[in-house]
Protein backbone atom coordinates (compact mmCIF):
# COMPACT_ATOMS: atom_id res chain seq x y z
CA UNK A 1 0.00 0.00 0.00
CA UNK A 2 1.14 3.13 -0.94
CA UNK A 3 0.40 6.73 -0.30
CA UNK A 4 1.44 9.70 -3.02
CA UNK A 5 1.31 13.10 -1.86
CA UNK A 6 1.92 15.73 -4.71
CA UNK A 7 0.99 19.84 -4.57
CA UNK A 8 2.60 21.39 -2.38
CA UNK A 9 4.87 24.54 -2.84
CA UNK A 10 6.13 27.85 -2.45
CA UNK A 11 3.28 30.72 -2.27
CA UNK A 12 2.44 33.84 -1.00
CA UNK A 13 0.14 34.76 1.84
CA UNK A 14 -3.39 35.16 0.70
CA UNK A 15 -2.40 32.17 -2.37
CA UNK A 16 -3.94 28.82 -2.72
CA UNK A 17 -2.60 25.01 -3.36
CA UNK A 18 -4.55 21.97 -3.85
CA UNK A 19 -2.63 19.40 -2.42
CA UNK A 20 -3.51 15.49 -3.93
CA UNK A 21 -2.69 11.89 -2.07
CA UNK A 22 -3.21 8.90 -4.37
CA UNK A 23 -3.65 5.52 -3.08
CA UNK A 24 -2.50 2.38 -4.12
CA UNK A 25 -2.50 -0.62 -3.54
CA UNK A 26 -5.40 -1.26 -1.46
CA UNK A 27 -9.24 0.77 -1.58
CA UNK A 28 -9.69 3.41 1.11
CA UNK A 29 -13.61 4.31 -0.30
CA UNK A 30 -14.61 2.50 2.90
CA UNK A 31 -12.66 4.49 5.04
CA UNK A 32 -11.51 7.51 6.40
CA UNK A 33 -8.71 9.47 5.01
CA UNK A 34 -7.57 12.89 5.90
CA UNK A 35 -4.41 15.16 6.03
CA UNK A 36 -2.37 16.10 8.41
CA UNK A 37 0.71 18.52 8.69
CA UNK A 38 4.18 19.36 11.01
CA UNK A 39 5.35 22.56 11.29
CA UNK A 40 9.20 22.99 12.22
CA UNK A 41 9.59 22.44 15.82
CA UNK A 42 6.27 21.13 16.37
CA UNK A 43 4.20 17.86 16.57
CA UNK A 44 2.35 16.57 13.75
CA UNK A 45 -0.92 17.88 14.13
CA UNK A 46 -4.19 16.80 12.14
CA UNK A 47 -5.56 19.16 9.68
CA UNK A 48 -8.86 17.65 7.89
CA UNK A 49 -10.31 14.31 7.50
CA UNK A 50 -13.04 13.05 5.69
CA UNK A 51 -14.94 10.01 6.20
CA UNK A 52 -16.45 7.11 3.81
CA UNK A 53 -19.49 8.75 4.05
CA UNK A 54 -17.93 12.08 3.06
CA UNK A 55 -18.15 13.75 6.89
CA UNK A 56 -15.34 16.30 7.58
CA UNK A 57 -13.83 17.35 10.41
CA UNK A 58 -11.00 20.45 10.30
CA UNK A 59 -8.47 22.14 12.71
CA UNK A 60 -9.91 25.23 13.98
CA UNK A 61 -7.02 27.14 12.56
CA UNK A 62 -8.54 25.98 9.72
CA UNK A 63 -11.58 26.29 9.03
CA UNK A 64 -13.17 28.29 6.64
CA UNK A 65 -9.60 28.30 4.52
CA UNK A 66 -9.57 24.64 3.63
CA UNK A 67 -11.27 22.07 2.03
CA UNK A 68 -10.87 18.46 1.90
CA UNK A 69 -12.41 16.30 -0.02
CA UNK A 70 -11.94 12.67 -2.26
CA UNK A 71 -13.01 10.60 -5.54
CA UNK A 72 -13.32 6.94 -4.45
CA UNK A 73 -13.27 5.96 -8.33
CA UNK A 74 -9.59 7.38 -8.22
CA UNK A 75 -8.76 6.27 -4.35
CA UNK A 76 -7.71 9.83 -3.97
CA UNK A 77 -8.57 12.61 -1.15
CA UNK A 78 -7.71 16.69 -2.17
CA UNK A 79 -6.95 19.48 0.20
CA UNK A 80 -8.09 22.83 -1.49
CA UNK A 81 -5.91 25.04 0.95
CA UNK A 82 -7.02 28.80 0.66
CA UNK A 83 -5.96 31.89 2.09
CA UNK A 84 -2.72 30.65 3.34
CA UNK A 85 -1.12 31.94 5.92
CA UNK A 86 2.85 31.73 6.94
CA UNK A 87 1.25 29.61 10.05
CA UNK A 88 0.58 27.04 7.60
CA UNK A 89 4.12 26.24 6.42
CA UNK A 90 4.96 22.90 7.07
CA UNK A 91 5.12 19.45 5.87
CA UNK A 92 1.86 17.98 4.98
CA UNK A 93 0.95 14.47 5.46
CA UNK A 94 -1.83 12.13 3.70
CA UNK A 95 -3.79 9.65 6.19
CA UNK A 96 -5.51 6.60 5.82
CA UNK A 97 -7.02 4.35 8.45
CA UNK A 98 -7.80 0.53 7.38
CA UNK A 99 -8.30 -2.88 9.57
CA UNK A 100 -6.61 -1.02 12.49
CA UNK A 101 -3.64 0.04 10.42
CA UNK A 102 -2.72 3.42 9.90
CA UNK A 103 -0.86 4.18 6.47
CA UNK A 104 0.90 7.48 5.61
CA UNK A 105 2.42 9.30 2.16
CA UNK A 106 5.71 10.24 2.29
CA UNK A 107 4.91 14.40 2.98
CA UNK A 108 4.96 17.73 0.58
CA UNK A 109 5.99 20.71 1.69
CA UNK A 110 3.94 23.80 1.89
CA UNK A 111 5.44 27.35 2.42
CA UNK A 112 3.93 30.57 2.75
CA UNK A 113 6.23 33.42 2.38
CA UNK A 114 5.07 36.78 4.57
Known amino acids: VQLQASGGGLVQAGGSLRLSCAAS????????MGWYRQAPGKQREMVATITSGYRTMYADSVKGRFTISRDNAKNTVYLQMDSLEPGDTGVYYC?????????WGQGTLVTVSS
Open 25 to 32: GSSFSGNV
Open 95 to 103: YAFKRFTEY
